[in-house]
């Protein structure tokens, strides 16, 4: 018998729903893609993107590949421990940690990220495309990135 897993409560956001089609010989297909980003507020974060025909089951597949594929972030209290500039593709994000009490000044996929992650006081700039998906995935390679400094006495 297997002991009773507890549930860990994930903050969720669907950060694009995007409609998709394909040609096949009896006419369009169409479906639905959705980006999902999923954390737990402690600093493990996730992104996944599910498929299907209707926007619910799309979520679900796009949640559970999430839940599985969570990186957890290295945090220096409540904010990151070093500036970080990646570049993923066209995207390209700058992460720089700030004082408490700064909040989190990011913009929309950065922000959605970022707050999954339990982050609650950071600075950051998309600098390049304007495309949402593409910024989600490089503010999680940044994360991901992110290396613990330990001072030396």
Same mark, same amino acid.
């Given at each position: ?48 993107? $599910? ?6 089951? @799309? &979520? *679900?597949?796009?949640?559970?590949? =999430?839940?599985? %594929?969570? /990186? ?28 408490? $009490? ?6 929309? @996929? &950065? *922000?959605?990220?970022?707050?999954? =992650?339990?982050? %609650?006081? /950071? ?31």
């Amino acid at each position: 018998m297997k002991p009773m897993e507890v549930q860990q409560e994930y903050f969720e956001r669907v950060v694009q729903v995007n409609r998709v089609s394909k040609k096949t010989k009896g006419g369009d297909k169409r479906s639905l893609s959705v980006l999902v980003v999923v954390g737990d507020r402690k600093g493990r974060v996730g992104v996944g993107l $599910g498929k299907a025909a209707e926007v619910q089951a @799309a &979520v *679900r597949k796009a949640t559970s590949y =999430a839940k599985k %594929h969570l /990186i957890t972030v290295p945090l220096k209290g409540r904010t990151i421990p070093h500036t970080i500039l990646v570049k993923n593709g066209a995207a390209e994000v700058l992460l720089k940690p700030a004082p408490v $009490g700064t909040g989190v000044i990011a913009g929309g @996929a &950065v *922000r959605v990220v970022v707050e999954a =992650a339990g982050i %609650h006081d /950071i600075v950051s700039k998309i600098l390049g495309t304007k495309n949402q998906a593409s910024n989600v995935y490089a503010t999680l390679e940044a994360l991901g990135k992110l290396k613990n400094i330990k001072k030396e006495v």
